[in-house]
C-alpha cells in the first residue's frame, strides 16, 4: 500500500512569490491535514480537508489556503510568500469512519520550503 | 485550548539501555486520545504508540511503552533496549475524543542513541 506522497520535496522561492504544494492520500484515506513545521518547532496545525470541504483551519493568515480534489488529493497554497514561511510542510491523511474514530493519522515525507 | 508540553527537547541514551521521554498536557476533556510519533532524518513521521484515555492499561508496542498518568496528564514514552534506530525526533500527541480530527503535537524532543 503506497503511503501518503507529497511534491515536491524542496522548493526555493523568494519573498512575495507564491506557492503550491501537493499531497495525495493513502487509497482510501477521505481526510487530509497540512501542517507547518519550523525549524525546531513543534507541528503546527494548518488546515483540514475532508470530502472535498474545508472543515477546520488553525491560526494562520488567509494567504494559507488550499483545496481537496474528488480523488481526494489536496494542495496547500501561500501567497505572499514571507521569510517566517520557511519550514518543513507535512501532509497527513486519515480515515474518517465517524466521530469517535481512533485512527491515526499517516504522514508524508513532506516538503521542504525556503524562503530568500 | 487542549496544550502539550515536551519539556525535554533533547535527550540521549546508550545502546541497550532504557529512555524515558515525558510529556504532559492540558484539558478539560474527559475522553481523548495520546500519541507518540517518531521523525527520523527522513522526516516521515512514524507512529509509534497510541493510548485511549479510557483505558487504565498502558499501551504497549514492543520495546515500547507509556505511562499514562490521566490525573496528572501525563503521557510518557519508555523505550527499552535503545537502538541505533530509534534516534529520531519524538512528538507527543493529543487528539480530541468529540473532534477526531483536532490534534495537538507538543515541541518534540530529540533523541540520541549512543553506539
Known amino acids: 500500500e503506497a503511503g501518503v506522497t507529497q511534491s515536491p520535496t524542496h522548493l526555493i522561492k523568494t519573498r512575495g512569490q507564491q506557492v503550491t504544494l501537493r499531497c495525495s492520500p493513502i487509497s482510501g484515506h477521505t481526510s487530509v491535514y497540512w501542517y507547518q513545521q519550523a525549524l525546531g518547532l513543534g507541528l503546527q496545525f494548518l488546515l483540514w480537508?475532508?470530502?472535498?470541504?474545508?472543515?477546520n483551519r488553525g491560526n494562520f493568515p488567509p494567504r494559507f489556503s488550499g483545496r481537496q480534489f474528488p480523488n481526494y488529493s489536496s494542495e496547500l497554497n501561500v501567497n505572499a510568500l514571507e521569510l517566517e514561511d520557511s519550514a518543513l510542510y507535512l501532509c497527513a491523511s486519515s480515515l474518517t469512519l465517524g466521530q469517535y474514530s481512533n485512527q491515526p493519522q499517516h504522514f508524508g515525507d513532506g516538503t521542504r520550503l525556503s524562503i530568500l | 485550548a487542549q496544550t502539550v508540553t515536551q519539556s525535554q527537547p533533547e535527550m540521549s541514551v546508550q545502546e541497550a539501555e532504557t529512555v524515558t521521554l515525558s510529556c504532559t498536557y492540558d484539558t478539560s476533556e474527559s475522553d481523548y486520545y495520546l500519541f507518540w510519533y517518531k521523525q527520523p532524518p527522513s522526516r516521515q513521521m512514524i507512529l509509534v504508540i497510541r493510548q485511549e484515555a479510557y483505558k487504565q492499561q498502558n499501551a504497549t508496542e514492543n520495546r515500547f511503552s507509556v505511562n499514562f498518568q490521566k490525573a496528572a496528564k501525563s503521557f510518557s514514552l519508555k523505550i527499552s533496549d535503545s537502538q541505533l534506530g530509534d534516534a529520531a525526533m519524538y512528538f507527543c500527541?493529543?487528539?480530541?475524543?468529540?473532534?477526531?480530527?483536532?490534534?495537538?503535537f507538543g515541541a518534540g524532543t530529540r533523541l540520541t542513541v549512543k553506539p
Open positions: 480537508y475532508d470530502e472535498g470541504e474545508e472543515r
Open positions: 500527541a493529543y487528539r480530541s475524543f468529540y473532534n477526531n480530527n483536532d490534534m495537538r
